[in-house]
Structures are given as C-alpha cells and as structure tokens.
C-alpha cells in the first residue's frame, strides 16, 4: 500500500553512513538519521547506527549492495528503492536514506538525487567518509605519501553489465605510479590484475585488499600484485582493493589490527542504559562487542516506603547506597518530590565502592565513607570500625538485595531501615541480538558485572544455550561477589580485576588477551 500523499511533501536526507566503524558517522549524518520518520537502510550500513532511532521510526531494509541491483535474498532493485524514496516522501515523511561508505563515490547515490529531483522532492545530501580512505587507514595504509605518489585513482571494479564497452583505461592506469583504489572487485579480481599487469604494471607491485574493513573482524592480505589472487583466495565481499608502494607501509602502521582485543568476540551483559561506557571500552581496544542487555531498571512497585524515608531523613545519622543505580534512583525520587541534595544536610552518605561514589558527585554530593574492599561485607566492616551503635541507618537499595549488610550493621547494634529504591528485572527476550541466539555463535570473553546478570543470562538463554555459549569462554568478573554467582551457574571465573569497575573490568580483559595475568589470586573468593 502506498503512503497518503500530504498536502506539501516531506524532505529526505541521503546520508553517507562510513564504511562500517559507527564511530565514522558524521555529526550532521547522526542528527539527520535521529530526526528521520522513515529510514531506508542498505546492507552495508552499520546496524549500530539503527540503535539511535526513536521506538516508531519505520525501517526498511533494502539490502543493497554496492553496485548490484538484486544479488540476495530480501534486496531490492535500485528502480524499487528510488520509488520508496519518492513515495514516502510525498506522504510527509522525513526520509533518511542510510547509505555504506559515501553516497556518491559508487553509491548511486547520484540516481536517487536524480529520481528525486524529478519527482519535485526536497532533498539533501549528508556526505560520509568513502571507504576508499577509512578502510585503507584502518588498514595502515595511507593512500598518498610524500617521496612515494602524487595521485590516487578510484575505480570501479563492477562495470554496468548493460554497457557495451568498458570505460576503464586499462592502459593509463597500468603505466601510472599512483595508488589505484578499485571497489566492488572481489569478485573480478583476478580480471583486474592481469589487465593491470597487461598495461604495464609491474607484476611484483604492492598490492592489499582488505575485507570488511573498520570493523572489528577486519581482515588485510598483501601480496605482489600477481600473487593477490591467489593469497585473497576465501575473501568475500565487501572488500576493498589498494594497489601501490603505498602498501608496504602498512608494515610500519598497521595499528587497528594490533589492538589488544582485536578479533575478539566479547560479550557484555549490562542494562541497555549502562551498556554503553564498558562497550565502548572494549571497542576501543579492538573487540567485537556483542551487547546482551540482561538487566531492566524500573522503580519499586510502590513507592510509599522510599517517600516515607526521605520524609525522614533529618532523623538518620547514615544514608547508606550500595551501587551506582541506588544512587541515581533514590535522586530520582528526591527530584520528584521536588526536593534536591540539600535535603540531605546533616546526614553522613556511605557508598559501596568508587564507582558508586561517582555517582554520588554527579549529584553535588561527596562520599563520607568508601570502603577498600567493594561489596556489602568491606562496607559493613567500614561502618563498624567507625561506630554504629545506637545510630540510625537509612539503607536504600535495590529489591531481592543481599541481606549480609544490613544484618551487620543490626548486629553492631544500629536500627536499620532497609527501602526499595529500584527494581532490576529480566528484560524481554527479544531485546538480546541475534547472533547471540544463533546456534553457532560462540564468544571469546563474557563479561559480568553482577550476579544478577549471571542469572538473567541464564534464564534468557535457558541452561544449555547458556552453557554452550560460555563453557569455552574467557569469564570475566567485576569483583569477589559476582564470581560467587558465575561458579554457582556452573562455570570458572578467569579474570577479576584488583578493583571493581568497568575501567578496570576492560584493561584485565586486555591484558589477559595479552597474556597478562592481573586475576587477584591473592585475594581468594
């Protein structure tokens, strides 16, 4: 069904995606994507990006590959996605046309302006980085370099089949000395070199291709130009092929390929909120980060408890918050009540570990005590070596919470008022990707960074996906307590940083990647 024309059409945005990283998006790309109704995507768009569309922004997958009009299953034929274009667009929509690499060095993006144009649509075009220059960077190979070239060629390594001659100039390009970049030639490579060398290229020329490139599972083999055939022999598309001296500088600079975790399949089980600083992380350092949101944030069911609490706080010696989400909730709480941190005047606050007090700063408020050892036991021994007896002890935290603590501080002799101040429960099953679903899918590292990630894993894979999944696995763990729940769930924990937070959570994941044991073994669970 087509869309209800509107009285004036909407506009769309065709923006250039990058060649794969996410990072590579431009800002104005990211803010037209964000702001778009409809988003029409191709095949080598990061899905990533999709991650940043509002929940009823429509999405339709058009599968393009570049330079092929149908070649899998699902695609749609350059014809078919200049009319979703048009029709879309004269339903009101704002339309953004998600492109891989840049629209207009072999996007086609120059035929949908055209169809576009035609039709009297508004538009604009959001240039992105070509893959041309990103995948050969992340491949360390620089495209010019003073005292090697002075010109770079981009080509297309798929011709129109309907053309009835080609308009390479095979000879010019084979007597030339500058750096050839051709898209699209997986496929036809063999092709391209012996033409190369036929015009006059020198068979022993510095040659690379590089597939997939950007992403975490890139892959770069170099060889005399005659040799690429050849050694490429198993590269598939999208692939990138650079031939020149340029090429042998990669030995000097390939740095994207020597990052500690690179071609590591890394899986993380945070909430979909915290995900984001832990991934990041790991991504830096070259991992495949696989996010597997197990935790859902949501306020107590009832709310009279916490109120009535806050309504007291002038009558508590001790606000005690056990993690980083306990803090921001019960801020959220005093925000609703139109209250701010000054409603904590005269009161001590007590945090379980510097992640948390963290937290607590981004709300105006220092810490007065942060224990050594991060867990409920380490800040029970801190609030007792200071004295507790006969205080007040207002303990907010979340529902299902261990009891160790607040039995300490009563036994110590403290009157403990323990609220609920947030709910973590299972989120639903289809929030988990994909490829973690898949049979087949295994991953080097998992990270956990609470028990209850552990079990939520559990419960959203069942026991022998669960266990399939991570028996082979690198299990990686914040700290002393949630490696008690991953050797509950049947499994061994291999690395736990000295100190629990994220930071510290991705450097020993490094390090162990590296060969690098900082597990603290002197500090048994």
């Known amino acids: 069904m087509n869309p209800p024309t509107a009285s004036a059409p909407g506009t769309v945005s065709l923006i250039g995606a990058g060649p794969g990283d996410p990072g590579l998006m431009t800002v104005k790309g990211l803010a037209r994507l964000k702001a778009a109704q409809v988003v029409i995507y191709d095949r080598l768009a990061n899905p990533e990006l999709l991650d940043s569309l509002a929940p009823g922004v429509?999405?339709?997958?058009?599968?393009?590959?570049?330079?092929?009009?149908?070649?899998?299953k699902g695609s749609h034929s350059q014809q078919a996605i200049n009319q979703l274009l048009v029709e879309h667009a004269l339903g009101g929509a704002r339309v953004a046309r998600l492109k891989g690499g840049d629209p207009f060095i072999f996007g086609r993006g120059g035929e949908e302006a055209q169809a576009l144009a035609a039709a009297g649509i508004p538009f604009e075009v959001v240039p992105g980085v070509t893959a041309a220059t990103a995948v050969a960077a992340y491949a360390g190979i620089p495209l010019t370099q003073r005292g090697i070239n002075t010109t770079v060629t981009f080509v297309t390594g798929q011709e129109d089949p309907n053309k009835a001659e080609t308009s390479i100039h095979w000879q010019e390009l084979g007597r030339a000395d500058g750096t050839l970049v051709f898209f699209m030639g997986v496929r036809s490579l063999p092709t391209i070199v012996?033409?190369?060398?036929?015009?006059?290229?020198?068979?022993?020329?510095?040659?690379?291709?590089?597939?997939?490139?950007?992403?975490?599972?890139?892959?770069?083999?170099?060889?005399?130009?005659?040799?690429?055939?050849?050694?490429?022999?198993?590269?598939?598309?999208?692939?990138?092929?650079?031939?020149?001296?340029?090429?042998?500088?990669?030995?000097?600079?390939?740095?994207?390929?020597q990052r500690p975790l690179f071609g590591k399949r890394i899986l993380t089980t945070r909430s979909v909120a915290q995900q984001g600083q832990l991934a990041e992380r790991l991504r830096d350092m070259g991992g495949h980060v696989i996010c597997a949101p197990t935790l859902q944030l949501v306020p107590p069911e009832d709310f009279s408890a916490l109120d009535a609490a806050i309504d007291a706080l002038g009558s508590i010696d001790w606000l005690v918050l056990t993690s980083g989400n306990g803090v921001d909730a019960f801020f959220a709480r005093l925000r609703a009540q139109n209250r701010d941190s000054r409603a904590l005047a005269g009161l001590q606050v007590a945090v379980v570990g510097r992640q948390s007090a963290k937290a607590l700063s981004a709300h105006g408020i220092t810490a007065d005590l942060i224990p050594a050892d991060a867990h409920g036991e380490g800040l029970a021994a801190a609030l007792m070596a200071i004295g507790v007896?006969?205080?007040?002890?207002?303990?907010?935290?979340?529902?299902?919470?261990?009891?160790?603590?607040?039995?300490?501080?009563?036994?110590?002799?403290?009157t403990v008022k323990t609220v609920i101040s947030y709910r973590s429960i299972v989120p639903d099953r289809s929030l988990l990707p994909a490829e973690l679903l898949a049979d087949d899918t295994r991953v080097d590292y998992a990270t956990f960074t609470s028990g209850a990630t552990v079990n939520h894993l559990q419960q959203l894979l069942g026991q022998d996906r669960f266990m399939a999944l991570l028996s082979h696995a690198r299990i990686a763990s914040i700290g002393p307590v949630t490696s008690r729940a991953i050797e509950q769930a049947g499994l061994s924990v291999h690395i736990q940083p000295h100190h629990p937070s994220v930071a510290a959570l991705a450097e020993a994941v490094a390090a162990d990647a590296g060969g690098t044991d900082i597990s603290t073994q002197e500090n048994p669970l």
């Open 389 to 414: 007896d006969g205080k007040t002890v207002l303990l907010a935290q979340a529902e299902n919470a261990r009891p160790v603590l607040a039995n300490s501080l009563t036994q110590a002799g403290a």
């Open 58 to 72: 429509l999405r339709i997958d058009v599968g393009k590959r570049h330079g092929n009009d149908r070649d899998h």
């Open 194 to 257: 012996e033409k190369l060398i036929a015009g006059g290229r020198a068979a022993d020329t510095p040659s690379a291709i590089i597939q997939w490139g950007t992403h975490p599972h890139q892959r770069t083999v170099t060889a005399p130009l005659s040799e690429l055939p050849q050694q490429a022999a198993g590269i598939t598309p999208p692939a990138l092929i650079v031939v020149g001296r340029v090429v042998t500088l990669r030995q000097q600079i390939d740095w994207f390929e």
